[in-house]
C-alpha cells in the first residue's frame, strides 16, 4: 500500500521562502515519477511541478518556474519543493503524488499519478 505524507506547509509573508517535504512509503518510489500539485478551495488541482525517477528531468508551471525548485532523494524515499519569492497566490493545499507512467509531456496531469497525500497547507500573506 502506497502512503505519501506532506509537511512544511505554514503562513508566510511574501517573500519569504518554504521548502515542503513528502516521505513516501511506496516500493516503487525509486522508479516513479514523482510531482507536486496545489489546490485552492472551488478550484481544480493545479500542476506545480514534477520530476522523473533520478531526478535529471523536472518540468515546472509557469506560475512557479524560476521560484519552485523540486528535488527527490529516492535513498530516502523523500520529494522536496524548495519554494522561494512566495507571492500571495502561492497560497494553497500543496499536495505530492506518485506517478503511475513513465516522465513526460502527460506528467503535468492529475490523471497520471495514483496516489496521493493529504496535502499540507501553504498561506502567504501581503
Known amino acids: 500500500q502506497v502512503q505519501l505524507v506532506e509537511s512544511g506547509g505554514r503562513s508566510v509573508h511574501a517573500g519569504a521562502s518554504l521548502r515542503l517535504s513528502c516521505v513516501a512509503s511506496?516500493?516503487?518510489?525509486?522508479?516513479?515519477?514523482m510531482a507536486w500539485f496545489r489546490q485552492e478551495p472551488g478550484e481544480d488541482r493545479e500542476f506545480v511541478a514534477a520530476i522523473n525517477w533520478n531526478g535529471r528531468l523536472t518540468e515546472y508551471s509557469n506560475a512557479v518556474k524560476g521560484r519552485f525548485t523540486i528535488s527527490r532523494d529516492n535513498t530516502k524515499s523523500m520529494e522536496y519543493l524548495q519554494m522561494n519569492s512566495l507571492k500571495p497566490e502561492d497560497s494553497a493545499v500543496y499536495y505530492c503524488a506518485i506517478g503511475t507512467s513513465k516522465f513526460g509531456s502527460s506528467s503535468k496531469f492529475p490523471d497520471e499519478y495514483g496516489s496521493w497525500g493529504p496535502g499540507t497547507q501553504v498561506t502567504v500573506s501581503s
Open positions: 511506496a516500493r516503487n518510489f525509486a522508479g516513479a515519477t
